[in-house]
T-cell receptor
Framework: AQSVTQPDIHITVSEGASLELRCNYS??????LFWYVQSPGQGLQLLLK??????LVQGIKGFEAEFKRSQSSFNLRKPSVHWSDAAEYFC??????????????FGTGTRLTIIP | GAGVSQSPRYKVAKRGQDVALRCDPI?????LFWYQQALGQGPEFLTY????????KSGLPSDRFFAERPEGSVSTLKIQRTQQEDSAVYLC???????????????FGSGTRLTVV
């Protein structure tokens, strides 16, 4: 069965600084990988996804993520964070049977705090 | 509507009470998912519908949980004889595609926060 580990429960970053959120997955075949963001009291919004092809994927709000098969990682990055990026971030993996339109396994999330 | 609508936003139930949570997906969305998100955790899959067919209910934690989508649009998640461990946010998500590389991702609702006292 697939699993996702987000080793950082809480990260604090200064506004304007760069950001990297870590995600490691466990899955026997090529996974389908996602990053979602959740603001307080809101549902989850898809930031980006990886199905195949170029291992560096671009998403919304200036985020990008890189799939590294050798490290079983899919880390999320942003070169310069804004105060509005403060939220909970979830990495998720799908088994790939239906290109992601299937049940996902989520990590426990990383809470991002932005300081002025 | 423009998004996935869930009601009620908040529900407080006494232990042993039955509850019904409603999800209105985006019009025309074929796929519908329910997830349970406990405090401080990521969402966990409960069940999946494609139109009115419930294709996967492997995540339902017990036979007290039941979901339906009789006409392939609105879905209801019912929990019978609620227990304290059922306290969580219940998220609904829908998508237009049934799969394929054009899949854009789900649209999640804001969830129903259930508190069992």
């Amino acid at each position: 069965a697939q699993s996702v580990t987000q080793p950082d429960i809480h990260i604090t970053v200064s506004e304007g600084a760069s950001l990297e959120l870590r995600c490691n997955y466990s899955y026997g075949a090529t996974p389908y990988l996602f990053w979602y963001v959740q603001s307080p009291g809101q549902g989850l919004q898809l930031l980006l996804k990886y199905f195949s092809g170029d291992t560096l994927v671009q998403g919304i709000k200036g985020f990008e993520a890189e799939f590294k098969r050798s490290q079983s990682s899919f880390n999320l990055r942003k070169p310069s964070v804004h105060w509005s990026d403060a939220a909970e971030y979830f990495c998720a993996v799908g088994a790939g049977s239906n290109f992601g339109n299937e049940k996902l396994t989520f990590g426990t999330g990383t809470r991002l705090t932005i300081i002025p | 509507g423009a998004g996935v609508s869930q009601s009620p936003r908040y529900k407080v139930a006494k232990r042993g009470q039955d509850v019904a949570l409603r999800c209105d997906p985006i019009s025309g969305h074929v796929s519908l998912f329910w997830y349970q998100q406990a405090l401080g955790q990521g969402p966990e899959f409960l069940t999946y519908f494609q139109n009115e067919a419930q294709l996967d209910k492997s995540g339902l934690p017990s036979d007290r949980f039941f979901a339906e989508r009789p006409e392939g649009s609105v879905s209801t998640l019912k929990i019978q004889r609620t227990q304290q461990e059922d306290s969580a946010v219940y998220l609904c998500a829908s998508s237009f595609n049934t799969g394929g590389t054009s899949f854009k991702g789900y649209t999640f609702g804001s969830g129903t926060r259930l508190t069992v006292v």
